[in-house]
């Protein structure tokens, strides 16, 4: 069982990212007093319950978030397995009232990457953003973005790490092949020659491996990412919550005593980060617990040019998603360039939310 606590601490940057309050989820945590397999009091009970009364009044979409919560950070057992089912059948629901958000399929000997999208047109291809989140977070927790990609001139692909949600493929030194086998997926219908990657978390590190493949991909977006200290710090491995220990043992397939020496390996080297030739945008919060402050100071150092927003936050900045989100999207704005109307209000926005009203960056 996962440590309540643990639980109750880092899924509030995930309700946050989401759009709910501390008066909503407050008193429902306060509800949980355990993490068995359903029944009262349990974690994925007390999720649930919330999400079928918003389910049965119509509200699929805030009953998707909750299912999502219900079943975070991973499916351990079958009562998360029905929360990560009724999750994906609500924003199945929930979408069929906004028929440019399609469902993406790609198969690949290894396993099957499901997807949403949003623009995919043969007679029209568009550049591409590819938006991923991490190790706990599932694809429709990010999909309702691919609304507005249209009016910023993408097509979009939002999708799941490995293991993660429905993607069936196994989490190892060679998932960041995933990528270059989504933009081969959707080749015909977008430019993939001009794809950028918003890349969440662990997925960044995978987004950041990929570049040093694929050309195709022109510009990386991420927040929190490993990069290498996390990988190869002993010391450091022996401070991080045993939440994401767990959740890296469960999409690996070994034991969590075993995580750190499997994946040793995985680090990006400074050389590696310094042969990146394309432009690199990274959020990194000052009083992580999971990520080491020294991976953002390699990007800092060995990334030519990269752009860095810190905040003084734990991992995933909850107190501050309203400033990542805009500037995240601000940054896939100048990597790609034009559209200079919306970034000039994106970044007004952004100097509104970071310095206080009045104020310029």
Same mark, same amino acid.
């Given at each position: ?84 089912s009724r999750c994906t059948d609500a924003f199945d629901r929930w979408r069929a009232d906004f028929p ?37 977070? !599932?694809?429709?927790? $990010? *999909?309702?973005?691919?609304?507005? /990609? &249209? +009016? =910023? ?38 430019d993939t020659s001009r794809t950028y990657a918003l890349a969440l978390s662990f997925s960044g590190h ?55 020496? !499997?994946?040793?390996? $995985? *680090?990006?080297?400074?050389?590696? /980060? &310094? +042969? =990146? ?85």
């Open positions: 069982m996962n440590d309540i606590a643990e639980l109750k601490n880092f899924v509030v940057a995930h309700t946050r990212s989401q759009g709910l309050p501390p008066e909503h989820y407050d008193p429902l945590l306060d509800r949980v007093r355990h993490d068995g397999n359903g029944g009262p009091g349990s974690w994925v009970h007390e999720w649930s319950t919330d999400a079928a009364r918003l389910e049965a009044d119509g509200k699929l979409l805030e009953a998707c978030v909750h299912y999502n919560m219900a079943r975070f950070p991973y499916v351990d057992g079958s009562a998360r397995r029905e929360a990560l440019a958000v399609q469902r993406l399929d790609v198969e690949l000997p290894e396993g099957r990457i499901r997807c949403w999208s949003a623009g995919l047109d043969a007679a029209d291809p568009k550049p591409l953003l590819v938006m991923t989140g991490g190790i706990v977070s !599932v694809k429709e927790q $990010w *999909a309702p973005v691919l609304l507005q /990609l &249209g +009016a =910023l001139g993408f097509a979009g692909v939002v999708t799941e790490m490995p293991g993660v949600g429905e993607n069936t493929l196994p989490y190892r030194a060679d998932s960041w092949r995933m990528l270059p086998a989504v933009l081969d997926a959707v080749g015909d219908r977008a995978g987004a950041l491996r990929a570049a040093l493949h694929d050309s195709r991909i022109r510009g990386v977006v991420g927040a929190g990412a490993p990069v290498h200290d996390f990988f190869t710090d002993t010391a450091w491995q022996r401070t991080v919550p045993r939440v994401t220990t767990d959740t890296l043992a469960h999409l690996i397939g070994t034991k969590p005593d075993e995580v750190y020496e !499997v994946i040793r390996d $995985w *680090a990006l080297t400074p050389g590696e /980060l &310094g +042969a =990146l030739r394309i432009p690199v945008a990274h959020v990194t919060s000052l009083r992580d617990e999971i990520i080491p402050p020294a991976d953002a100071r390699l990007l800092r150092e060995h990334v030519r040019g990269v752009r860095l927003l810190a905040h003084d936050d734990v991992h995933g900045s909850p107190g501050h998603f309203a400033q990542t989100r805009l500037w995240t999207l601000l940054s896939v704005l100048r990597m790609r360039g034009g559209l200079g109307d919306q970034r000039v209000a994106l970044t007004r926005d952004f100097a509104r939310l970071r310095y206080g009203k009045g104020r310029r960056p």
